[in-house]
């Protein structure tokens, strides 16, 4: 429920906490329900599988220009910009997921650094770039002032920000239903996310558009019928056991997934002064 002029930041933090999962099945838990398998997020090759934000970016990088990815998974939002882009900076707080992007990375022969740790705690030790891109990571950020700061005093032409229209987990929320009985909320969304950086005094760009339906992850190719990924993430989210993957698997069958396909992206210039050479 929005609160009648309650503050966007105040707001995005509330909404956020309401995604905690409660002890009581967070104890039963094989697996963290937060971490990801870092294969999920590999870079694919070829223009198609180039993420939807990808043509504002390249609006903005020069060649040869620099690319700083806050939240970069294996890459796959700053590898789509090499070229015109030359290097990268990639930081995650998952390892794995590093070393996912440095190997990608390596077969392309495209450079990158790496920096382990959770943003903005580890912006001191990140070299400023001139671009920003920070791609489904925002909804993982309750304090988002100084998250979305970091990000703009660190880059010197644009930051650009990519997220669902309505919070990804959404899509689990009739399953959650479904196996433990429990309402889940529904916000923040990407308009949220808007006024938040308008309050903040920015004046972003913002375009929509809807994800094809060939970029389901949790449908397997025309069969609609759920993928490994959507019965292996089912599980992990609603942290079920690994016996009832058949009884998981039976449920998406009948209900599937309701994957947000609308796509934002906003972008706003950065504030680091470029150096002249």
Known sequence: ????????????????????????????????????????????????????????????????????????????ASLALVPPGAAITGVDESEAMLAQLTATAADRAVPVDVVHGRWPDVAPDVAPADVVVCHHVVYNAPDIVPFLSALTSHARLA?????????????????????????RPSGP?????????RDLGWSPEVWRQQRPEADDPFTDGDSGAPSERAVRSTLRRLCLPGDRSDEVARYLAIHG???????????WPGSVEAVAT
């Open 159 to 183: 930051v650009v920000v990519e997220l669902t229209a309505r919070h990804p987990q959404v899509a689990w929320t009739d399953a959650w239903r479904h196996f433990w009985g429990l309402d």
């Open 1 to 76: 429920m929005t609160i009648r002029g309650e503050e966007p930041v105040v707001r995005w933090g509330r909404e956020l906490a309401r995604w905690a999962i409660p002890e009581w099945i967070l104890v039963q838990a094989s697996a963290s329900p937060w971490e990801c398998v870092p294969a999920d997020f590999r870079a694919d090759d070829g223009p198609a599988a180039a993420p939807l934000s990808a043509r504002f970016e390249r609006e903005v990088i020069p060649a040869g220009g620099s690319v700083l990815d806050v939240g970069c998974g294996g890459g796959r």
């Open 189 to 197: 969304t990407a308009d949220d996310l808007v006024a938040v950086v």
């Open 257 to 267: 997934l309701a994957w947000p396909r609308e796509i934002v992206t906003l972008r």
